[in-house]
């Protein structure tokens, strides 16, 4: 029987992928994404899909926002998805795709093609194949990764639920009927991450707001500086001036 990987195995192997401390802001961020993808990743159940893919690069994209240094997000990434054996490129390929065939439909026909897809028609394309093999899978295993994605997808066809809370719980409630999954569940999971990503946002605009401050403090400083010390040079002048 083969070893499982442990949560400590996961964090020890992103640590050798991504060397570079991780600042202290998304830190904690970055190790949940790490042991919820670890712990799906080991979960018999478990099947890599474009929707929970979007879920991972929507969720590192949103979050990481405003990470400094620039350069470290892609190595960590990296490090996220080879920790558990994945492929980064392979993640932002399949989640580009999936929005991709999403873009160009209406949320009408996108409610329509599901039902009919998760009712045993079938589908073309990696969008419609990926509802395909979930509606047909009595053992999928559900995420928040998957809700994430989920919802990125309403967005690309509809941003307008975003705003609409009434619409967007009612397309959540037939989505989730569809697939075959509790709304509720769904619902909790993205009333969750929105809350997250409002948080998130609030904290980097206190920093912002605070760096700012720091930083006309410090060029107030340097002007008073300049000033006092004009202001010593034209005294030294005028007494020279005077003396002679």
Not at 20 to 47: A, C, Q
Request: aromatic fraction near 10%; charged fraction near 30%.
């Amino acid at each position: 029987m083969d070893n499982i990987r442990t949560v400590s195995d996961t964090k020890r192997k992103f640590y050798t992928y991504h060397t570079r401390p991780i600042n202290s802001i998304y830190r904690r961020f970055v190790e949940e994404l790490l042991v919820e993808m670890h712990l799906l990743s080991v979960n018999v159940d478990f099947r890599y899909d474009p929707v929970y893919t979007l879920g991972v690069v929507t969720s590192f994209e949103r979050f990481m926002q405003g990470y400094k240094p620039e350069g470290d997000k892609t190595s960590i990434f990296n490090g996220l998805c080879q920790a558990v054996e994945g492929n980064s490129e392979q993640y932002h390929q399949d989640a580009e795709a999936i929005l991709n065939e999403a873009k160009d439909l209406s949320i009408g026909d996108f409610k329509d093609k599901l039902t009919d897809v998760t009712n045993g028609q079938g589908g073309e394309g990696i969008l419609w194949g990926t509802f395909s093999a979930i509606a047909t899978n009595p053992k999928f295993k559900y995420s928040r990764l998957f809700a994430v994605g989920l919802y990125t997808l309403l967005m690309e066809i509809d941003a307008d639920l975003v705003k609409d809370e009434e619409k967007r719980t009612e397309t959540i409630k037939e989505v989730s009927e569809a697939l075959k999954f509790p709304s509720e569940k769904l619902q909790k999971d993205l009333d969750l991450y929105r809350s997250n990503l409002d948080k998130m946002q609030q904290l980097l605009t206190v920093i912002e707001d605070t760096l700012e401050a720091d930083r006309k403090k410090r060029a107030s400083k340097e002007a008073e500086k300049t000033t006092e010390t004009v202001d010593q040079k034209e005294t030294q002048e005028n007494q020279e001036s005077e003396s002679t």
